[in-house]
């Protein structure tokens, strides 16, 4: 069996690592990769953060999992006994809450722990004690992961993925797919920019923000949108603790990252959020309009914040219910999605490459239960909704 991966980020890594580690030689796996610097994607550009706080149970294993070959890299990624820096660094998440707030979080620490999460509520007063820097006047509950969450390099963890599947037998090749074509329903080759075509029997779309357009080369719909958000470097001369990952109820989030911080503003319900904005032109407004006036309410030290540098990537939205799409497009069964995964992908990567890959080579999940990211509920819009979306 043949089967040409679109997309080396860390999804198609995964999925290509996993193909081979499953299926062993009989699956001649071949990923093609239009720019093997990464520089736009979605991999190298994220905040590489690792959470077990969602609202639903399967992506808290999802994570589980990733966190997992994360911490055991050198075991799961290793190439003949080197070691594998993926950048890791233990951390936390801290989600507030004001009072409208507090069902949801505690709907979703019910859902967590059930799931195996490590996480404790928070009330104010302890919250307060815990964090002394924060201002907590108008938080009911925060939810604090208290292990099993951090932060890594995602350009290196896509790139270990990689050198894994590559050692594994997979073979990358350096090219952009511009054609796919369906004969009697199935896709049978795909045509590349250098004018070869590659002949298969089975496509994985793993393009993350450029999913729709590879559907589209297809004429199948592939609804994910390349939505850009802004991260923002920052310094602050007033000497504070690390802080965990805060994830603020104004839509903003920030962290320590070396000495330093980093944060953004992810746009909520009614706020504008236009598709395909342009990579290189980060949101610098985004700073004194959304980022520092919160930031500077959560942590009143934060008055001081100095932003040192400012980057953009893409989420890749499915804006039906926020969760990824994994398993066979619904008008094409040799046309495999591991997209949408809405701005938590570098952690599920290894959960879905894993879950494609058993569900391409054998027709069903063999370890964990992945059917509720088939892409048929795109078909019926029957919703499966994360809330826990930053
Ligand atoms: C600012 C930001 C912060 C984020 N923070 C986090 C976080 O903290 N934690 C987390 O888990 N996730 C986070 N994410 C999301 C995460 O980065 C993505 O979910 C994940 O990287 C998706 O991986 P991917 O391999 O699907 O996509 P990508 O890494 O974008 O890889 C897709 C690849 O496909 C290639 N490609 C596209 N079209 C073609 C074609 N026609 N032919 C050949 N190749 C093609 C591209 O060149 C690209 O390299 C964040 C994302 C952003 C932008």
Known sequence: MRVVVIGGGAVGAAVALFLRQRGGAAVEV???????????SSSALSAGSVRQQFSNAVNVQMSRFGHQVITEADAWLGVDGAPVPVGWVPGAYLFCAGAAGVPVLQHNHAVQRQAGADVALLRRDALAARFPWLHTDDIALASLGQS????????????????????????????????????????????????????????????????GA????????????????????????????PTPLVVDSSGCWFRSEGRGFIGGWSPGDGDADP??????????????????????????????????????????????????LIGAHPHCANFWLCNGFSGHGLQHAPAAGRGLAELLLTGGFET????????????????FVEQAII
């Open 30 to 40: 071949l990923v093609v990769e239009a720019d093997p610097t990464l520089a736009r």
């Open 148 to 211: 099993g969450e951090g932060w890594l390099d995602g350009e290196a963890w896509a790139r270990a993925l990689g050198a894994k599947a590559r050692a594994l037998g997979a073979q990358w090749r350096h090219d952009r797919v511009t054609g796919l074509h369906l004969q009697a329903g199935r896709l049978v080759a795909a045509r590349l920019a250098s004018g070869e075509v590659l002949a298969a029997d089975a496509f994985v779309n793993a393009a993350g923000p450029w999913a």
């Open 214 to 241: 590879v559907g589209a080369l297809a004429g199948l719909p592939v609804p994910v949108h390349a939505r850009r958000r802004t991260v923002f470097m920052m310094t602050c001369p007033t000497p504070l603790p």
């Open 275 to 324: 598709d395909d904005l342009p990579l290189d032109q980060p949101d610098l407004a985004q700073f004194e309009d959304r980022l520092w006036p919160a930031m500077a309410h959560r942590v009143p030290a934060f008055e001081a914040l100095r932003v040192q540098q400012a980057w953009a990537g893409y989420y890749e939205v499915h804006p039906l219910d926020h969760n990824a």
């Open 368 to 383: 964990l239960d992945l059917s509720a990211f088939s892409p048929q509920r795109v078909l019926t819009g029957q919703a």
